[in-house]
């Protein structure tokens, strides 16, 4: 199998209070994963990617100092919005790049609802 | 950078009928076009993928075309039944730098 979990599946918090997102490859080793942001009925937008022990590669216009990715471990990366407004309220998915089922193949976690109130 | 167009947004077909939701690429570099369903609060699931070295491949009622020169693929899903409706998105990927075309969102009318 492959599977990919991600820890809150929804949290709300409070404007200016950071919140952190875990994301687990569950039966695979995963050197590379990644953060999407997704609004509602739009499409998946890449924020950045992680290799393990290695500094993220963020998009162009995703802040990095606001959303802090630590890949600590070959089944674990982290998001961390920081100092949360309400415009950071989303759909952040990640997933994880299979290597033993060929190269680019992504699979993806149940997502996190983050409600910046 | 690479663009994923994805068409059409919606469609609705009757339990049984066939559907088909097509994507265009602009980088010609792009080697790897996976397609993904996502239900309503939940994360895309993988269906199918297909490389550039293949030009079908078929999985049960699914199946994808790929058309490199004219840069396009398709997804084909038959004899479709009510849980078949969801947000498919297709994807183009080079080194795993993966674009989502907009989505198309099937209903399947019982």
């Known amino acids: 199998g492959a599977v990919v979990s991600q820890h809150p599946s929804r949290v709300i918090c409070k404007s200016g209070t950071s919140v952190k997102i875990e994301c687990r490859s569950l039966d695979f080793q995963a050197t590379t994963m990644f953060w999407y942001r997704q609004f509602p009925k739009k499409s998946l937008m890449l924020m950045a990617t992680s290799n393990e022990g290695s500094k993220a590669t963020y998009e162009q216009g995703v802040e990095k100092d606001k959303f802090l990715i630590n890949h600590a471990s070959l089944t674990l990366s982290t998001l961390t919005v920081t100092s949360a407004h309400p415009e950071d309220s989303s759909f952040y998915i990640c997933?994880?790049?299979?290597?033993?089922?060929?190269?680019?193949?992504?699979?993806f976690g149940p997502g996190t609802r983050l409600t910046v109130l | 950078g690479e663009n994923v167009e994805q068409h059409p947004s919606t469609l609705s077909v009757q339990e049984g009928d066939s559907a088909v939701i097509k994507c265009t690429y602009s980088d010609s570099a792009s080697n790897y076009f996976p397609w993904y369903k996502q239900e309503l609060g939940k994360g895309p699931q993988l269906i199918i993928d297909?490389?550039?070295?293949?030009g079908e491949k078929k999985d049960q009622r699914i199946a994808v075309t790929l058309n490199k020169t004219a840069k396009h693929f398709s997804l084909h899903i038959t004899e479709t039944q009510p849980e078949d409706s969801a947000v498919y998105f297709c994807?183009?990927?080079?080194?795993?730098?993966?674009?989502f075309g907009a989505g198309t969102r099937l209903t399947v009318k019982p």
């Open positions: 297909i490389r550039s070295n293949v």
């Open positions: 997933s994880a790049s299979h290597p033993g089922q060929g190269a680019d193949t992504q699979y």
């Open positions: 994807a183009a990927s080079i080194n795993n730098d993966m674009r």
